[in-house]
């Protein structure tokens, strides 16, 4: 049950992440000080919210602009006559409510994580900044892959990865020399070696102590380089504790630490590139079988759907496709149009001045939003499948919206045999 709960909010942060998007695209509509938002933590009862709005719908009056005061007591009353429909959850409750350019907006939403402050503001914009702090991954994963010849740090959080430093050592490589000078040698290159090895334990102090601090700590590389690297003496005891695990790389660089996450994977279950990362290639390891069981495409993905034969739907984060319905009001003409979330509140202010093709009277008004990403998660609730967003900000995830048109599924069995 809790691998299913933090499945399902993979969907759940992409709505909130839509619902800031368009919020932090809003203002007030005279850009007045009129937008409230309001910040509830859990376990605050809700009564208690309705007595400071009241008492702010008092103090509202006395703003010099009365413009301003009205319609901050609007929103205030639009809010309490929805508070008492309103349960507040085991997160909190952040709510947003004001007149911008397309009319008095509501906006109620469950938070990701606990809301950790209690606050009424009123400005000219909504605030969205706490809601986008929880949003944040907090747990880093530090990478290193380091040999001889060079060494790369990266960190991985959420579902993006990030090269921190790559760095080559200019140590050469052992050679067999002839006569007395052999082992004077292989001493020099030893020392060039074990100096290589100090360098960047320092500086892997310096950044997953300061500037990247990381949960956990997966080191890569041949056998003997890794573990030099981590019997250095200049490396941190801090970091020696949290090395989770090691393992044998062949490579350096970006290669050397896709190939550390790959070997890895088992020690980062629950780190989402990881398994954004796996769900992508089992889509691929199927698709290159060509069993039969995958599919890809709007309109393939939801005969899938409706057939019942998807088990896992993956969606690309840049999907934004909100198909709207329009009515005339004077001739009943019905025509849709397909924009993206971002553009929906410029779409419906000049709307207002929007002539119907059919009549030519400007009596235009949206009778039916559907978000396709919405869409697709309700069509995926009601076959007992489930909904993954992936992200662009890995190959995979590139793939899936460059090849594949960012829509795809597994499917439990070949439905069209």
């Not at 969205?128 to 702090?133: A, F, I, K, R, V």
């Not at 490396?235 to 062949?250: C, E, P, S, W």
């Not at 919405?374 to 499948?385: C, P, S, V």
């Amino acid at each position: 049950m809790q691998k299913e709960s933090k499945k399902r909010s993979s969907v759940e942060k992409y709505k909130i992440k839509q619902t800031i998007s368009q919020l932090k695209n809003k203002t007030s509509f005279n850009q007045s000080t009129s937008l409230v938002t309001i910040y509830i933590p859990p376990g605050t009862q809700l009564s208690d919210i309705a007595n400071l709005l009241r008492e702010e719908y008092g103090t509202a009056s006395n703003i010099k602009d009365k413009n301003t005061g009205k319609a901050v007591q609007a929103a205030i009353q639009s809010i309490l006559a929805r508070l008492k429909l309103l349960k507040n959850t085991d997160n909190g409750l952040v709510l947003f409510c004001g007149q911008t350019n397309n009319g008095m907006e509501f906006y109620a939403i469950e938070p990701p994580e606990p809301v950790g402050i209690k606050q009424y503001v009123c400005d000219n914009i909504f605030h969205t900044e706490h809601l986008e702090e929880m949003l944040d991954e907090k747990d880093s994963y530090g990478l290193i892959v380091i040999d001889r010849g060079g060494a790369t740090f990266a960190v991985v959080r959420g579902n993006h990865l990030e090269i921190v430093h790559d760095k080559d050592s200019f140590v050469p490589s052992k050679h067999r020399q002839g006569g007395q000078s052999a082992q004077r040698f292989e001493r020099g290159l030893e020392l060039m070696a074990q100096e290589w090895y100090n360098r960047m334990a320092e500086l892997a102090n310096k950044i997953f102590l300061e500037t990247h601090p990381v949960k956990g700590i997966i080191v890569g590389g041949p056998a003997m380089g890794k573990d030099d690297f981590i019997n250095s003496p200049r490396l941190d005891y801090r970091l020696k504790q949290k090395i989770i695990d090691t393992f044998d790389v062949g490579y350096t660089g970006v290669q050397g630490i896709k190939e550390l996450l790959e070997k890895a994977s088992t020690r980062l279950k629950e780190v989402r590139y990881i398994e954004e990362k796996e769900l992508m290639q089992r889509f691929l390891t199927h698709l290159a079988k060509d069993d039969g069981k995958v599919t890809y495409g709007e309109q393939e993905v939801k005969e899938a759907l409706l057939a019942a034969a998807a088990d896992v739907v993956l969606v690309s984060e840049k999907i934004d496709h909100v198909e709207l319905t329009i009515a005339c009001q004077n001739c009943d003409h019905e025509f849709k149009e397909v924009i993206s979330s971002l553009e929906l509140i410029d779409f419906e202010i000049k709307l207002k001045e929007k002539k119907c093709p059919k009549c030519g009277e400007p009596r235009l008004e949206i009778t039916e939003k559907i978000d396709l990403v919405e869409q697709l998660d309700e069509m995926a609730q009601n076959t007992g499948a489930r909904l993954e967003i992936i992200s662009a900000d890995h190959d995979e995830g590139k793939m899936l919206y460059d090849a594949f048109g960012g829509i795809a599924a597994i499917l439990r069995y070949n439905f069209r045999t």
